[in-house]
Nanobody, 124 residues
Framework: QVQLVESGGGLVQPGGSLRLSCTAS????????LDWYRQAPGKQRDLVAS???????NYAASVKGRITISRDNAKNTVHLQMISMKPEDTADYYC??????????????????WGQGTQVTVSS
């Protein structure tokens, strides 16, 4: 199974910046769309940003202009750069990817993989 691991979370002051990363590992044939979600305590998990394998990006209205998603295909990594952060950005952030795995028998299997999440707290 292709695994995703997030990193870069932590405590940041309002107005500050943070860069999250998510790296995929395993028998990867290709990665299609990469997404970042977030889930605040007591709330549902919401899509924050996504990027396709053609680098087409989409952002939630609540973060547009403050967040940039990018991907490094050579490293199977997606980044989420956040600036001008607000207390309402506090949440667990998860990456998800539509991956194509090459199994040992050579068969390609496509599925959605999720990371375990990284916590982001915006507070003074």
């Amino acid at each position: 199974q292709v695994q995703l691991v997030e990193s870069g979370g932590g405590l940041v002051q309002p107005g500050g910046s943070l860069r999250l990363s998510c790296t995929a590992s395993g028998s990867i044939d290709s990665i299609r769309t990469l997404d970042w979600y977030r889930q605040a305590p007591g709330k549902q998990r919401d899509l924050v940003a996504s990027i396709t394998n053609r680098d087409t990006t989409n952002y939630a209205a609540s973060v547009k202009g403050r967040i940039t998603i990018s991907r490094d295909n050579a490293k199977n990594t997606v980044h989420l750069q956040m600036i001008s952060m607000k207390p309402e950005d506090t949440a667990d952030y998860y990456c998800a990817a539509d991956v194509v795995e090459r199994r040992r028998d050579g068969v390609l299997e496509e599925y959605r993989s999720w990371g375990q999440g990284t916590q982001v707290t915006v507070s003074s």
